[in-house]
């Protein structure tokens, strides 16, 4: 069965500091890869996701994150964390081809101090 | 509507009684969603409607779980004889098709409190 590991659970960094958030997947085949956010009090919204070409994908706020294949990896980053990046991240990912199902990882919650 | 829309947002229940969740996707979206959200233990994939396909019911943790989608839009899911662990918050999310190039857009979720 599909599965996805968000290996950092809990992450505290102070502004400014980077970011890099890990993501493993665990299928052969061809995925579509997504991370999610979640601010606090708010629903989750999409960052970023991956479907096909440049490996290299960026999001919203300045999140990019970078497929590598052969790692099984789809890692979030960003130069810069602020204070407003403080929220709970979840990986995706959907079996191309598949019915549709989307999984996602046990979610890594970012903490920014000012 | 202009987005995925749950009701209640809060549900307090007592141990025993059934509940019953709905949601209400995006018009036009024919993939359907149920996650459950529990306090570290991330989203747990309970449900996925696609259309007018067999739902891939491989998510529900017991037989006292089940969901119905009506009409191909609103989506009810059941929770029979509540215990304490079914405590959590209950997300329903849409696409707009069950293709893997779609994105998925959530709802604000139910808080189940089971007392």
């Known amino acids: 069965a599909q599965s996805v590991s968000q290996h950092n659970h809990h992450v505290i960094l102070s502004e400014a500091a980077s970011l890099e958030l890990g993501c493993n997947y665990s299928?052969?085949?061809?995925?579509?890869l997504f991370w999610y956010v979640q601010y606090p009090g708010q629903h989750l919204q999409l960052l970023l996701k991956y479907f096909s070409g440049d490996p290299l994908v960026k999001g919203i706020k300045g999140f990019e994150a970078e497929f590598i294949k052969s790692k099984f990896s789809f890692n979030l980053r960003k130069p810069s964390v602020q204070w407003s990046d403080t929220a709970e991240y979840f990986c995706a990912v959907k079996v191309s081809g598949n019915t549709g199902k989307l999984i996602f990882g046990q979610g890594t919650t970012l903490q920014v101090k000012p | 509507g202009a987005g995925v829309s749950q009701s209640p947002s809060n549900k307090v229940t007592e141990k025993g009684k059934d509940v019953e969740l709905r949601c209400d996707p995006i018009s036009g979206h024919t993939a359907l969603y149920w996650y459950r959200q529990s306090l570290g233990q991330g989203l747990e994939f309970l449900i996925y409607f696609q259309g007018n396909s067999a739902p891939d019911k491989s998510g529900l943790p017991s037989d006292r779980f089940s969901a119905e989608r009506t009409g191909g839009s609103v989506s009810t899911l059941t929770i029979q004889r509540t215990q304490q662990e079914d405590s959590a918050v209950y997300l329903c999310?849409?696409?707009?098709?069950?293709?893997?190039?779609?994105?998925?857009?959530f709802g604000q979720g139910t808080r189940l409190t089971v007392v």
């Open positions: 999310a849409s696409s707009s098709r069950s293709g893997g190039r779609t994105e998925a857009f």
């Open positions: 299928y052969g085949g061809t995925v579509n």
